[in-house]
């Protein structure tokens, strides 16, 4: 799957600081002890609708990870995934009278436009579902040789539905460390079928759906015709470009439980090894006017729309930048008149002449991103160096050039 466009990346004096982020799975700030390249994952979009700001809030989070960690001077490789078949997809092309495929494409590209538009570093990997069919299916065909997996009748296809049972691993839960009371609570809300007769558990999660009339659907050896659950696409995926214990697996507080405590039990079972991931960090949710932001509820903020309307991307992103990664937060016109504001400032600051010496801002940009990508204080430390630059002025002729450096590099933002 082709990516989009890599930003280009200025070079700036010095070097990062070690990273540290939160651990979901061990509930503390931790560093990333990477080797010379940081193994990343960070789960995509389904692409059934446009980029809103939930999705825009993760992948600048994990963006600035990566450009942290390359501060830092090791190399990233980068995974990310696109689920381009799911019952959401399959549903809302359904609904819209239009080919799964073709909807699958346009807001893939879509999804390309607005992660080029804010600055976003492209995945080294960017892999869809239904190109990774094979790696998936001997997934699933593996789990079934181990007895890890088992059928599920299925009257209204020819073949059966499979399933992962969840007592072969026993450190089932380690991820999101939730009690099976706060699983179940979620689990049919977010992709599960808890009430599936036929089932051991009531947890087991859908490994691969046999066909039905009007989906699409695969042959794969050793498999009934059908196509991938959701959970297994990103074991298969992350097993095949990343191998086990890569550094960090990202994406939305959401997909703490199922997703990736699924994906880390598949990869456990699959490999005898653990753990999965050696870090899980995971961006709060993002809302609107204080109610969550979702797709059901009709009320989307679409980075397209804002960039159709005139919005300044590097504006949206300073929005972003200003929240921190691990607090809930609403978006309200408000945030981003004063992330346009703070972009003026910082320009106007950064086009005189001479100007303060930016090494402190710079260390500060470079220090508190380290520190569980504090960005609201990386910010403020700009915003401090702008004040003094535009009230009482300075006499460095090269100071706002390193710091503008500094600024794209780092926080991904061009001034």
């Known amino acids: ?77 980068y995974v990310q995934n696109i689920t381009d078949v799911d019952d959401p997809l399959l549903e809302r092309a359904n609904r819209d009278g239009i080919d799964w495929e073709d909807l699958a ?13 804010l600055a976003v570093i492209p995945p080294d990997h960017y892999v869809g579902v239904v190109e990774s069919i094979e790696p998936v299916g001997a997934a699933v065909r593996a789990l079934l040789e181990r007895g890890a997996a088992y059928s599920v009748d299925t009257p209204d296809s020819d073949g059966d539905d499979l399933y992962l049972d969840i007592s072969t691993d026993a450190g089932f839960g380690a991820v ?9 609570a979620v689990f049919a809300d977010r992709g599960g079928d808890p009430d599936r007769a036929g089932k051991r558990d009531r947890l087991d999660p859908l490994l691969w759906r046999a066909a039905r009339d009007g989906e699409p659907s695969w042959a794969v050896d050793g498999l009934p015709q ?26 939305g507080t959401d997909l703490v439980f199922p997703h990736h405590e699924m994906s880390a039990t598949q990869a456990v079972v699959l490999t005898d090894q653990r753990p999965f991931a050696r870090t899980y960090t995971h ?28 919005v300044d ?5 300073l929005a972003l930048l200003g929240q921190h990664y691990r607090t809930d937060w609403s978006w309200t016109d408000a945030v981003l008149e004063q992330a346009q504001a703070r972009l003026d400032t910082w320009r106007a600051a950064l086009s005189v002449n001479s100007a303060p010496d930016s090494a402190q801002a710079v260390e500060a940009i470079r220090a508190r991103v380290a520190d569980d990508l ?8 700009v915003d401090a160096w702008a004040k003094q630059t535009l009230t009482r002025g300075g006499a460095d002729g090269t100071s706002a050039g390193v710091l503008a450096r500094a600024l794209d590099a780092i926080l991904g933002v061009r001034v």
């Open 374 to 381: 504090d960005t609201p204080g990386a910010l403020a430390a």
């Open 176 to 184: 999101s460390n939730w009690t099976r009371e706060q699983m179940l």
């Open 105 to 117: 494409a346009e807001e893939i590209a879509l999804f390309r436009e607005d992660m080029t538009a």
């Open 313 to 317: 991307p590097m504006a949206i992103r």
């Open 283 to 310: 961006q709060a949710m993002v809302g609107l006017h204080g109610e969550k932001m979702s797709k059901s509820k009709g009320n989307l903020v679409l980075v397209s729309k804002l960039r159709a309307d005139g």
């Open 1 to 77: 799957m082709i990516s989009w466009p890599t930003p280009f990346r200025p070079a700036v004096p010095g070097t990062g600081h070690p990273v540290q982020v939160f651990d979901s799975a061990t509930g503390a700030v931790r560093a990333i002890t990477p080797g010379p390249t940081a193994r990343m994952y960070v789960c995509g979009i389904t692409p059934y609708d446009a980029t809103h700001m939930g999705h825009a809030a993760t992948y600048v989070t994990f963006d600035v990870l990566g450009r942290a960690l390359r501060d830092a001077g090791h190399d990233v490789e």
């Open 226 to 251: 059908g196509r991938p659950g959701w959970h297994i696409e990103c074991t298969a995926i992350a097993l095949d470009h990343l191998g086990m214990s890569f550094d960090v697996q990202g994406g």
